[in-house]
Nanobody, 128 residues
């Protein structure tokens, strides 16, 4: 089993920056595709970014490309999402997720149901 816990959410003004962390325990962290999603109440969970097991392959949603950076450190069992130029529409609960299938298939890794484990989420609120 894998446990994921996000941290780093909070309030930030538009144009500001935040870095989210996801601490993992259990499983074989280094073998898993990891991703960040976000969700606004009433909406489906939205894909943001994914990173392959070795960190060498990354996929970003168009909505965050150029503003957000996903990274991982397998030695630390940690995933990060660096966010800059934040907008009010970025307000959401942010989740990290792990895919234990260890297959990099770009259309699939953007789908929330591909992921086996999820953190409880952390709230990010961007004020105007």
């Amino acid at each position: 089993q894998v446990q994921l816990v996000e941290s780093g959410g909070g309030l930030v003004q538009a144009g500001g920056s935040l870095t989210l962390s996801c601490a993992a325990s259990g499983g074989s962290f280094r073998d898993y595709t990891l991703a960040w999603f976000r969700q606004i109440p009433g909406n489906e969970r939205e894909f943001l970014a994914a990173i392959s097991w070795g960190g060498g392959t990354i996929d970003y949603a168009d909505s965050v490309k150029g503003r957000f950076t996903i990274s991982r450190d397998n030695a630390k069992n940690t995933l990060w999402l660096q966010m800059s130029s934040l907008k009010p529409e970025d307000t959401a609960v942010y989740y990290c997720a792990a895919d234990t299938n260890n297959q990099w298939i770009p259309p699939i890794i953007r789908l929330s149901y591909e992921y086996d484990y999820w953190g409880p989420g952390t709230q990010v609120t961007v004020s105007s």
